[in-house]
């Protein structure tokens, strides 16, 4: 019995580190009623979840259950590869830490060279428009009908946003008509369309830009002043990090689907 | 066998941004450091409001009524909310400029202007601009190192960079800029229709009451009645005389900084290129327009290597990682902890501790 125990516990710890998530919420160590995983997880440190208690409540039900393990432990096996490669494959874009890990790797193969700034254009008023003059820095890039597009598309998010129109009007006078205490639970529309632009930028990061060796941020993150393109030289491959993403446009996702060597 | 959580204090962004404003409730207040004024305020309208329902209304609901304390109390609830919403919320500052931004722009502007020989004064930093087929000219900030957009102008007192800039209120104890000019519009609106309502019934009462039991006795009855209609009285002028100047700043839409400085009036100056030139599309735009958020992200969570670094190096903070550090034990908690006040008496942060010293002032 408890080499069986051991065994399932090599076998734990050996899957665990294949799949790289040593630095994960280890999912593994979470099958129940399982001492011998509970103490591989509290040893690695790996949970928050109270181990005391689990063991505690592991105790109670033990004889019948112990059995049941030892039965099921091919069974938990499979269930625990599936649950890592589910993690990897599946839940990647929400997968912070684990991302977090592979785009530090990213980040140290890649250099930033230079950051271009693409300003605001005024012309049309106070509304946030951005210029759409190619930069020149970015000649060798990308093509210029691909950058045009991107900020074009941008352009019109904007406008979209700041839009003066019947529905801004009728989310206007409602909230006035609520002292303002609508917002608290609803999302007004500026808003709404500035997650699509996250998205959007998120998008064409992995899709365009990363495989170039660039990286858009958000101009949110600028304060809506400018929009940043991060340039970045190869060492052996085209990575890009993650631009802190406070505004939580999550585009740290962008560096990991970058991964082109030119 | 136990694992110890250890709950590490979390640096949010507001401690570290630069500017002379108080933030309270973990950054989701902001206001200017001078709030003294503003108490006052507070004081003025709980004060009055407080006497006029516990005596003139009790009175005059019997006698005419029972509307009346209602409708006081709905302009009562909406002057307070408006006023709390224009204190407390972001007007509309324009974060500074991180360390790359800046050398790009003063890389272009020396393309421009030429190199500055050594020792003289370098000339004034401005971009022109065409809007609506006028001339604008964007003035740089040297404070906040940007081309301030056009209306934005840099207060001095909170020392940020406000978009629509209008003017800083002592009174709200705060700048009035893009994105609190509407809420300090209907405050000082219903401030006005409130200060009105309250004035007329209380000369209503001391009417009413005065043919019963005469002059005199009413007021030694209720001497609170005096300090209301005084208050009020003097409220009057000033407020409803405020009221009606944003009323027709908000028809031209146009700004207080832009009128006082006189952008758009007088002979040879443009006329005003923001301006619809329709007085009811100018008050719907300015009013019931769309509301950009705050891109300051007062909230978002510094990196923990950050936590001791001044605010110029968020550059690192924006091409770093994400708030969840490579600590795995204690992302998962970091990013979990509730807005616990009792934490930064824990561990105070290691550099300036003015904004949390100010925003626990504030709280007091």
Redesign the interface.
């Known amino acids: 019995m408890e080499a069986e125990n051991g065994r399932c516990v090599e076998e734990l710890e050996l899957l665990w580190k294949c799949a790289n998530c040593w ?3 280890c999912d593994l160590a979470r099958v129940r009623n399982s001492k011998s995983s509970m ?1 591989f997880s ?1 040893e690695l ?4 979840l ?3 208690h689990n ?1 505690h409540s592991s105790d109670t039900p033990q004889p019948e259950s112990t059995v049941l393990v030892h039965q099921l432990n091919p069974l938990i096996l499979v269930l625990s590869l599936t649950c890592i490669l589910w993690h990897e494959m599946v839940i990647n874009e929400n997968n ?2 684990g ?3 592979n ?2 790797e990213l980040r140290r193969s890649a250099s ?1 060279a230079t ?3 693409i ?2 254009d ?5 509304i946030c428009q951005f210029q759409t003059k190619f930069p020149p820095e970015l000649d060798s890039r990308i093509e210029r009908q691909l950058f045009e597009e991107t900020v074009k598309t941008l352009n019109g998010f904007y406008t979209e ?4 129109g019947g529905s ?2 009728l ?3 409602l909230a ?1 008509a609520t ?3 609508i917002f608290l639970c609803m999302e ?4 709404k369309v ?1 997650k699509k632009i996250s998205r959007y930028i998120q998008e064409q990061n992995e899709k365009i830009f990363a495989p170039r060796g660039l990286l858009l ?1 958000d101009p ?7 929009i ?1 393109i ?1 340039i970045y030289e190869d060492r052996c491959s085209s990575g890009s ?7 939580g446009s999550g585009s ?1 996702s962008a560096g990991g689907g970058g991964a082109g060597a030119r | 066998m136990s694992v110890m959580v250890v709950r590490k204090k979390v640096t949010r962004k507001w401690e570290k941004l630069p500017g002379r404003n108080t933030f309270c409730c973990d950054g989701r207040v902001m206001m200017a450091r001078q709030k003294g004024i503003f108490y006052l305020t507070l004081f003025l309208i709980l004060g009055t409001c407080t006497l006029f329902f516990a005596f003139e209304c009790r009175y005059l609901a019997v006698q005419l009524s029972p509307a009346i304390p209602v409708f006081a109390a709905m302009l009562f609830l909406f002057s307070m909310a408006t006023l709390l919403r224009t204190s407390f919320s972001d007007p509309g500052v324009i974060p500074r400029a991180l360390p790359d931004e800046a050398a790009f722009i003063e890389m272009e502007i020396e393309a421009t202007n030429g190199a500055v020989p050594q020792g003289q004064r370098p000339p004034p930093r401005i971009k022109n601009f065409q809007i609506n087929n006028q001339i604008v000219k964007l003035k740089y900030c040297y404070t906040c190192k940007i081309f301030r957009p056009p209306r934005a102008s840099h207060c001095s007192i909170c020392d940020n960079c406000v978009e629509r800039f209008d003017h800083h209120c002592p009174w709200v104890g705060n700048c009035v800029g893009k994105r609190n000019y509407r809420y300090f519009y209907l405050f000082i609106l219903s401030l006005s229709l409130l200060t009105i309502y309250v004035f007329a019934f209380n000369i209503v009462y001391v009417a009413l009451k005065s043919l019963k039991i005469g002059f005199l006795e009413t007021l030694k009855e209720t001497p609170g009645t005096v300090l209301e209609v005084l208050i009020c009285f003097f409220t009057l002028w000033s407020v409803v005389g405020l009221t009606g100047f944003h009323t027709f700043l908000v028809a031209l839409n146009q700004t207080t900084n832009e009128d006082i400085k006189g952008s758009w009036t007088g002979k040879n100056r443009v006329q005003n290129p923001y301006s619809h030139g329709n007085i009811v599309k100018n008050c719907c735009e300015v009013l019931c327009g769309p509301l950009p958020p705050s891109v300051l992200d007062r909230r978002g969570i510094l990196p923990l290597e950050e936590s001791g670094s001044r605010p110029p190096s968020t550059q690192e903070t924006s091409s770093s990682l994400l708030p969840q550090s490579p600590v795995p034990t204690e992302q998962l908690n970091s990013s979990e902890i509730p807005e616990d006040t009792s934490t930064p008496e824990e561990m105070p942060p290691p550099e300036p501790p003015e904004p949390p010293q100010e925003a626990a002032e504030a709280e007091k």
């Not at chain 1, 440190?45 to 928050?48: R, S």
């Not at chain 1, 005024?122 to 106070?126: A, E, K, L, Q, R």
């Not at chain 1, 946003?161 to 003066?164: D, G």
């Not at chain 1, 949110?220 to 400018?226: K, L």
């Open positions: 630095n994960l919420p103490e509290a440190g790996l949970t928050q109270p181990v005391t063991l912070s830490v991302q977090v890990h785009l530090q930033l950051k271009v700034f300003q605001r005024y012309s049309d008023g106070t946003a700041e839009k003066i801004s009007y989310e206007g006078c006035c002292a303002y205490f007004t529309h500026y808003e500035l941020t949110v993150e600028r304060g809506m002043r400018v940043e991060s990090s993650s631009s802190g993403s406070s505004s740290s």
